[in-house]
């Protein structure tokens, strides 16, 4: 167990809908990043968030956005969706000291099937 | 960061050590060496990371060559649990982003 909770753990929406994926951090912990696992390949980088703002992205489209809130949770947003977004979506939270941010801890992920 | 390669899958003898190889010779000075596998339908779970020395922690060990070039992920005594994809992952101080490849599917055989 890594304290990092996701929900919901599976959804099923269809193209064109949108959709918000939610993400408790592990207590302490200051910093969350975003990952998409298409099947059969490792995860990808979406972005991650630093004191509730945008602290790098990976290369998705706009319509992937977020937020962290004060308590350092955190939503996924994603806009159209498409067929090809069908995949695992993974968060992880690390708290980030001076320089560095620490090892990342990652919660199940929710599975999201696009039709 | 640099990027690593790794065989696709290896199969272990359940009880014996399993090491695990990875390719990173592009490393630069600042960059480490991070190991996370992935169970089956679960996230994946940090194992064990390093620079330039050898580390052992309770779950493994990492041994990074002089040239830092390669390193080698050694579970000591293989369990079942331990069949998973494991992800070697080269990562640069102050860089959040982890980019994970394809990884090694270990399988331990009873």
């Known amino acids: 167990e890594t304290g990092v909770t996701q929900s919901p753990t599976h959804l099923i929406k269809t193209r064109g809908q949108q959709v918000t994926l939610r993400c408790s951090s592990q207590s302490g912990h200051n910093t969350v990043s975003w990952y998409q696992q298409a099947l059969g390949q490792g995860p990808q980088f979406i972005f991650q968030y630093y004191r509730e703002e945008e602290n790098g992205r990976g290369n998705f489209p706009p319509r992937f956005s977020g937020l962290q809130f004060p308590n350092y949770s955190s939503e996924l947003n994603v806009n159209a969706l498409e067929l090809d977004d069908s995949a695992l979506y993974l968060c992880?939270?690390?708290?980030?000291?001076?320089?560095?941010?620490?090892?990342?801890?990652f919660g199940e992920g929710s599975r999201l099937t696009v039709l | 960061d640099a990027k690593t390669t790794q065989p696709p899958s290896m199969d272990c003898a359940e009880g014996r050590a399993a090491n695990l190889p990875c390719n990173h010779s592009?490393?630069?000075?600042?960059?480490?060496v991070y190991w996370y596998r992935q169970i089956h339908s679960q996230g994946p779970q940090y194992i064990i990371h390093g620079l330039k020395n050898n580390e052992t922690n309770e779950m493994a060990s990492l041994i990074i060559t002089e040239d830092r070039k390669s390193s080698t992920l050694i579970l000591p005594h293989a369990t079942l649990r331990d069949t998973a994809v494991y992800y070697c992952?080269?990562?640069?101080?102050?860089?959040?982003?982890?980019?994970f490849g394809t990884g090694t599917r270990l399988t331990i055989i009873p």
């Open positions: 992880a939270s690390s708290f980030r000291a001076i320089g560095d941010t620490g090892e990342l801890f």
């Open positions: 592009t490393i630069s000075g600042n960059e480490y």
């Open positions: 992952i080269v990562r640069s101080f102050g860089n959040e982003k982890l980019t």
